[in-house]
């Protein structure tokens, strides 16, 4: 549901930069999410009764924990477990291993099923931070370049400041243009009245700005939308 809510607002996001921090957010949260659920999945086995006298890693672990004097509570299990299953993804360790073989079962298809996980969201991560540091480094070496020929061209300190102070607002790589319906290939394979109502949307609010046109949509909004 948390990814149904974020995809319509990725599409009002314009920006390379943070197209990228958000897939790294992304992956990050889907991780969160995951493990959450295969830290109450652990918890769950743990506390299964199974044959008599099978011991659990939820028993193990309380019988540690009284041994030592320590009261065990549910914030404390389940921290464990959900530690338990962030090592199942990294190269990680902590002291709670299987104590029966349904728990053995269960950590050798989570970890079978980290390998994949966890290699996928490193490379996932690897290129959104590759594509950011490119572009970080183009800006920074537009920025030694303008400083450069400021510098070079004894550009005045207020002109030159002037200069910088709007580039760093603005930008310094060239912004881009405005998208075109026939630069989308993929919109071609749109049914024609699917392509009517986009470009009616599209144009709309510049149409609306003459009164005739305002006069058409009021009167005739099929005819206002064949235009």
């Not at 102070?165 to 243009?177: K, M, S």
Request: net charge positive; glycine share 4%; proline share 4%.
């Amino acid at each position: 549901r948390f990814w149904t809510i974020m995809r319509p607002m990725e599409r009002f996001i314009t920006s390379e930069d943070s197209r990228s921090l958000v897939g790294i957010i992304k992956l990050l949260l889907g991780v969160v999410v995951l493990t959450h659920m295969l830290a109450c999945a652990w918890y769950a086995i743990g506390n299964l009764k199974l044959g008599a006298g099978e011991p659990t890693w939820v028993s193990s672990l309380r019988e540690t924990q009284m041994s030592l004097g320590r009261q065990s509570t549910a914030i404390y299990y389940y921290s464990t477990a959900l530690h338990w299953s962030l090592t199942q993804f990294t190269p990680g360790s902590m002291e709670v291993v299987p104590c029966n073989s349904m728990e053995r079962v269960f950590a050798i298809c989570t970890l079978l099923s980290g390998l994949i996980i966890f290699s996928s969201l490193v490379s996932s991560i690897t290129s959104a931070m590759t594509a950011l540091r490119a572009r970080n480094f183009e800006r920074s070496r537009q920025s030694v370049m303008v400083n450069r020929y400021l510098s070079e061209r004894r550009v005045s300190f207020p002109l030159g400041s002037r200069i910088i102070a709007f580039l760093r607002i603005h930008g310094y790589e060239p912004q881009e243009q405005a998208l075109q319906e026939q630069d989308i290939s993929a919109l071609g394979r749109l049914p024609e009245s699917i392509l009517k109502d986009l470009r009616c949307e599209t144009y709309k609010r510049t149409l609306l700005m003459h009164p005739l046109f305002r006069r058409v949509a009021r009167r005739e909004d099929s005819v206002f939308r064949d235009i």
